[in-house]
């Protein structure tokens, strides 16, 4: 007896749905903002490199919000600066995402202490996937870009709740 899993099988017929297609091309083409502002951004441009190569993830650096869908804040965010993020974030098309890597864009790092860091880049904006260290390395980095793309691929649009 042929079963229904079977039968399309062998036709080349593949069943999914509108979301997961949406989701596989959005999760594979995160464009991202370069927000570096302190020794975070030597680990981010070495994970751009030939090494990391993140353009394998399809992730390419932009230079403007408008065309990016991925903030990637790497390092110390004074507070002069935490309305600068907000701007850049509020100039970025929906949907987006944030990554905030290290641990004085986490929560001011060895800097809390000072008048003028932020602690905490996510009391500005929503943070998706936290990277913690000091500096990360970049192959952390990559861990929380497939991290971000697993929760952009269990996203709903169509279905909505």
Not at 108 to 123: K, N
């Amino acid at each position: 007896m042929k079963t229904l899993h079977n039968s399309f099988e062998s036709d080349g017929v593949v069943l999914t749905t509108v979301d997961h297609v949406i989701n596989l091309a959005r999760a594979n083409s995160l464009w991202y903002l370069l927000f570096a502002t302190a020794c975070c951004g030597i680990e981010l441009m070495q994970t751009g490199g030939p090494r990391g190569d993140l353009e394998r993830f399809g992730s390419a650096p932009r230079a403007v919000p408008r065309q990016a869908d991925l903030l990637l804040v790497a390092g110390t965010i004074t507070l002069k600066m935490a309305s600068r993020v907000k701007t850049l974030y509020d100039q970025m098309p929906d949907p987006k995402y944030v990554i905030s890597m290290g641990s004085c864009s986490n929560s001011g790092g060895l800097f809390q202490g000072s008048y003028s860091v932020l602690h905490g880049v996510d009391r500005v904006i929503p943070v998706d996937v936290y990277l913690p260290g000091c500096p990360p390395r970049p192959e952390a980095l990559l861990s929380a870009l497939i991290d971000l793309q697993k929760k952009i691929k269990k996203e709903k649009y169509l279905r909505r709740k």
